[in-house]
């Protein structure tokens, strides 16, 4: 099993531990905002002239599995697993996209969620792994 180590770089240690911590707390807020959509469809307003109609109980569920993605991936970053890392990565440009479609209906958190997602990809993409500094053999 490939793990990661982290760089001399400050910005990505710091950062690597930043994306992991803020995957499960992103996680669990998605988590809340599923359950929230799911319990009560009318939780969320969105204007009459929305180019996407999609029902808001739909979302709740999108979310949900999202969120529920997020934990792992971020409980995993926590190991240093190479899967999570992957998986954090493709959660977070899923969660830029969802939430670009959702910012009607939650502007300001959709916008943050964006923003973070964007830092998380950043983190993940710049972790050296244990197999580039040691040589095959």
């Known amino acids: 099993m490939t793990t990661y180590n ?3 770089r400050p ?9 992991s911590t803020m995957m499960v707390i992103l996680g ?3 988590v809340f905002v599923g359950i929230a959509a799911i319990v009560n469809d009318d939780f969320f307003v969105v204007g ?3 180019t996407y109609k999609i029902d808001t109980t739909t979302w709740g569920w999108i ?3 999202l969120g529920v993605a997020a934990v792992v991936a971020g409980v995993g970053l926590s190991a240093r697993a190479t ?3 992957v998986l954090g990565m493709v959660f977070a440009g899923l969660a830029m996209l969802n939430n670009f479609i959702f ?3 939650y502007p300001l958190w959709s916008m943050t969620v964006i ?5 998380v990809i950043w983190a993940l993409a710049n972790a050296k792994s244990d197999e580039s500094e040691s040589p095959r053999m």
């Open 115 to 119: 923003a973070l997602s964007v830092f």
């Open 83 to 85: 899967w999570a890392r």
């Open 103 to 105: 910012l009607p209906y």
């Open 63 to 65: 979310h949900l599995a």
């Open 28 to 30: 669990l807020w998605q």
């Open 11 to 19: 910005w990505v240690t710091g950062g690597l531990v930043l994306a």
């Open 6 to 8: 982290t760089p001399s």
């Open 48 to 50: 009459v002239n929305y």
